[in-house]
């Protein structure tokens, strides 16, 4: 038997619901900010990572997919979304005339190496928001309401902004050296890929999975205490607008994300949920040094992302009561030739009419036929006989009530209707 790859799945029946619903809710909110929708391929050249998302962080480090095509190129299934979106701003030049910033919104499959667990797969599936071309701290906050708003309307209670600041280069190249600083010393006790952090990329020591938990991580130089008087400004407004605005948020100076590409302001999105604890459901920031890392102009960018499959773990975990429809609207049921023909006619006419129809596909007994009823469940049965159909009528049953009623053809879809 073949099986499916280790970390990746099959999502069907209630599970393929449940992501159909928050696949709704999130266009929807994308909608209300005025964000389009954009699709980029699922892989691209490996370097877009490598010089993008960073070449000493895990994701690239250890995570990527990569592999030669038969033209001997060099390509990586995509293990996030902002590269690719940023890539496509500048193949088009959508920098050269800017009037408006560009808001895009996508969703889709990502690839990370990654040891699976409970929430984390080599296949996933993300959702984000990118805002190119705004350095205003209003662009900051849209993207951190786009993740708050969709949380609540995802009926999520526990959920949290965890923000944090990662000021401009200044302020982190003197972060940088505190940190190289206060770690010297205490090389030996960090793991081995951190003791290579602190040469190439010293942030990254605050984010390692294996020493998170030591004190000497804790007791940190905090970014806070480096910010240049700009970089602190404006900090301090981002907190004050999330509050204007009603945004739950908790500062974490230990924050730092996955990918390198950021400044200023980042968050992630953290719920608390039964039996699972703290787990993060989203993150995102300000990557202002990005376009122009990816040979664009210098044009600065906030954005944000979030995996369904935690949320969706999330929502499960904590109960949440989703409105999903699998309700039939209509089921048909024929048994003889003309029946059969005329079944087809209805389908056709129903379902243009925007009911969701259906019948019986393996030529069951009407006993069977009503045996499948009661599984489906549908609002009206239409039970059709020859007899009646030389009257240009069928049978139409009101499945909750039981009542039965002969209806002429012509009138059904007018009924229905008003009727459903
Ligand atoms: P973590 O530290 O949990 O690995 P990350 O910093 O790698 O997260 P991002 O790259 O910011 O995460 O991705 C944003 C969101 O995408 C995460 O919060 C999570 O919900 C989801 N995500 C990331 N990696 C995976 C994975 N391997 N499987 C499922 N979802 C994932
Ligand atoms: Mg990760």
């Known amino acids: 038997m073949i099986t499916k790859p280790k970390g990746t799945m099959d999502v069907y029946g209630i599970d393929a619901k449940k992501r159909e619903y928050v696949n709704e809710i ?42 030669k095509d038969r033209g001997d190129r060099s390509l990586t299934l995509r293990p996030e979304g902002t590269a690719g979106v940023v890539r496509w701003f500048i193949e088009n030049k959508l920098y050269g005339n800017i009037t408006e910033p560009t808001k895009v919104f996508y969703n889709g499959k990502m690839y990370r190496y990654e040891r699976p667990q409970a929430g984390r797969y080599r296949e996933f599936t993300q959702f984000g928001v990118e805002f190119i071309g705004s350095d205003d701290i209003l662009a900051d906050i849209d993207v951190i309401s786009v993740a708050y708003n969709t949380y609540n309307l995802l009926g999520l209670k526990n959920v949290t902004i965890v923000l944090n600041t990662l000021g401009d280069q200044d302020s982190r190249d003197k972060y940088r050296d505190a940190l190289i600083k206060y770690f010297n010393p205490l090389i030996n006790s960090l793991c081995e890929d951190c003791q290579k952090r602190l040469k190439s990329n010293p942030l990254r020591i605050l984010d390692c999975k294996i020493d998170s938990d030591q004190d000497l991580l804790k007791k940190a130089p905090k970014i806070i205490d480096y910010l240049n008087k700009e970089s602190l400004t404006r900090y301090n407004n981002i907190k004050e607008y999330l509050e204007l605005m009603d945004i739950n948020y908790q500062e974490d100076f230990s924050l730092v994300r996955g990918l390198d590409y950021y400044d200023h302001t980042i968050f992630e999105i953290i719920a608390d949920v039964p039996g699972l604890g703290n787990i993060a459901l989203g993150g995102g920031g300000r990557y202002n040094g990005l376009i122009e890392k990816l040979g664009g102009p210098n044009i600065p960018a906030v954005g944000f992302a979030m995996g369904y499959d935690r949320t969706i773990l999330a929502m499960d975990n904590s109960n949440v009561n ?72 069928v049978t139409l049953k009101d499945n909750l009530t039981k009542e039965e009623q002969k209806i002429e053809i012509n009138n059904l879809i007018d009924y229905l209707d008003t009727n459903i």
Not at 41 to 61: C, K, M, Q, W
């Open 322 to 393: 989703l409105k999903l429809r699998d309700d039939i609207d209509v089921y048909i049921m024929y048994v003889s030739k003309t029946e059969k023909e005329t079944a087809a006619y209805l389908l056709q006419d129903l379902r243009l009419n925007g009911f969701i129809t259906e019948t019986d596909y393996l030529n069951k007994s009407l006993k069977a036929q009503f045996k499948s009823i009661e599984r489906l469940n549908p609002k009206y049965l239409i039970i059709l006989n020859d007899q009646d159909l030389k009257e240009n009528k």
């Open 26 to 67: 999130l266009r929807s909110v994308c909608n209300k900010y005025n964000y389009n929708y954009i699709e980029t391929p699922i892989f691209e050249a490996s370097e877009l990572y490598h010089r993008g998302v960073g070449e000493d962080t895990d994701i690239v480090n250890k995570e990527t997919y990569t592999f």
